[in-house]
């Protein structure tokens, strides 16, 4: 978990994707300042060629890396830690014989603003946690460099393999904004209901396939006097990791789509969006959530959770490094799919997994070679597998983690991803646009599961909200066609 204070570990530790909040409360300016100020100076808009030393190109040193260049990286220091990435600093540094400055931080956003503004940001950045740069900002203004140059240079492991055919292809889906890939996102997370098996065991309860099925077994186990569910209530948009991924499991990708488009009705038109909040209204009215919930931070659920105090929570991979201070040695930390509805386009054992822990390398950093350099060490198989035991997550390294011995949770998670096959399911709404999903959709969902709102009443103004931002020109939009 690193050095940090407990109540950063509290606020700020969360991974990747997720993340993106502007955790509410937490942080005395405005997060969404940080990011309408981000990066208008330093050039703006240009787009001229990067200007790193270069070095000579060979089969070893493919993206022409020059011996003894400096480089600095920015990492994200949260539930993942940064060790990972200092020991991939290691070998660069070993390579060229350079000094490599390294940052760990939780503070991202407020730390690097004003260095694009002042033209001297990074060379490589780990852009994750509740404080995070906007990217889209950053793209639109040409400060990311374009990763294709990485994607078609010959991979750490394989000089006859490009480094593209490496890494899963939604890796590079995820990373694009419009035509241009500038975004590498290093870790891939699985997404889902989290349990302990040992408890399922023990309690002769098997993990539900239906919406159904769920409901009849919260009955069961709050009759044993232990909630069925606890969630992280002070960052509601922890549930959307389940419930944006079951409508899209239920109602298909296509409809899904039309909602990270903003679509007009996108939301009050969907009948998955029906049956999924109503799931949601019916669990809360039921009282199957852990009393107090609302209150909790991300940190405090998971402790609940480990404690046995709620079977399930709605979680991703990084949950098994994130909660080891207090997770149980025989505890059988297991990850569950989808559940099945009525009438789903996508098939039992759908699996939310996605590409998450977004990496940029800055277009007018001193270094930006060595800062794809780096990245490319990341992506051998080496660096992949340290990942995989230091924080107990996937990469998007393919096939990394083969004849490894795996921690439980991982082991778990890997597993559900090997089963889904090619029923994977991937969102934009909450990457797009953060303030709306983690603050404005996120409220409305604090209060559904509160019993304060009704589903129809959810679906309605979660419809008002994203028509909002689909009808605001400050906000940049993007298009998604798969």
């Known amino acids: 978990m690193g050095s940090t204070s407990a109540h950063n570990n509290e606020g700020l530790g969360r991974r990747g994707l997720i993340k993106r909040s502007a955790a509410l409360g937490l942080i005395s300016v405005p997060t969404m300042s940080f990011l309408s100020a981000c990066a208008t100076g330093g050039g703006g808009g ?50 060229y014989g350079a000094e490599v400055k390294h940052t760990g931080t939780q503070q991202v956003g407020p730390k690097l603003t004003p260095r694009f503004a002042g033209g001297n940001p990074p060379d490589v950045i780990d852009n994750s946690g509740a404080d995070h740069l906007d990217m889209n900002k950053l793209s639109t203004q040409g400060q990311l460099q374009d990763l294709n140059v990485l994607l078609d240079a010959s991979s750490m492991d394989d000089p006859a393999k490009k480094v593209r055919d490496t890494i ?9 904004h419009g ?61 959307h990791f389940n419930l944006f991924a079951q409508i899209a499991k239920i109602g298909g990708m296509e409809k899904w789509i039309a909602i990270d488009n903003l679509e007009p009705n996108a939301w009050t038109s969907n009948d998955a969006v029906k049956e999924v909040v109503e799931h949601y209204e019916e669990l809360a009215a039921k009282k199957y959530f852990l009393e107090g919930s609302q209150g909790l931070t991300h940190i405090q659920s998971q402790t609940a959770w480990n404690k046995g105090k709620a079977v399930f929570i709605p979680n991703g991979s990084w949950v098994e490094n994130e909660a080891a201070p207090t997770t149980p040695p025989d505890f059988g930390m297991a990850v569950g799919a989808l559940f099945d509805g009525t009438g789903d386009k996508m098939p039992h ?44 997550s996937l990469t998007c390294v393919m096939d990394a983690t083969e004849g490894m011995t795996l921690s439980p949770g991982l082991a778990s998670a890997s597993k559900v991803f090997k089963e889904a096959g090619t029923n994977l399911i991937s969102l934009q709404l909450q990457e797009w646009y953060p303030a709306l999903t983690d603050e404005k959709i996120g409220g409305l969902t604090g209060q559904l599961l509160t019993g304060e709102l009704k589903a129809a009443d959810w679906i309605k103004k979660t419809q008002e909200e994203c028509d909002k931002v689909a009808k605001d020109s400050s906000v940049a939009k993007f298009k998604r066609t798969a």
């Open 46 to 95: 240009e787009k001229g060629p990067t200007k790193a030393p270069g070095g000579e190109k060979t089969e070893k040193n493919p993206l022409g890396v020059k011996q003894g260049a400096a480089l600095e990286a920015f990492i994200f220091k949260g539930g993942l830690g940064d060790q990972y990435a200092k020991d991939a600093e290691a070998d660069f540094k070993a390579t």
């Open 179 to 239: 035509d241009k890939f500038d975004v590498l996102y290093y870790a891939f997370t699985i997404y889902g209901t989290w349990y302990s098996q040992k408890l399922l065991e023990s309690k002769g309860w098997a993990y539900p396939k239906t919406l159904d099925e769920m409901v009849t077994l919260c009955g069961e186990i709050k009759k044993t006097g232990v909630a069925p569910w606890t969630y992280a209530g002070k960052y509601p948009y922890y549930v």
């Open 349 to 392: 054992g759908t699996l939310r997994a996605e590409p998450s822990e977004p990496y940029l390398v800055s277009a007018k950093g001193q270094n930006p070679v060595g800062g794809m350099e780096l990245l490319r060490i990341m992506l051998s198989k080496k660096h992949a597998q340290n990942f995989a035991t230091k924080v107990k």
């Open 168 to 176: 899963h292809p939604s890796t590079i889906e995820k990373g694009k």
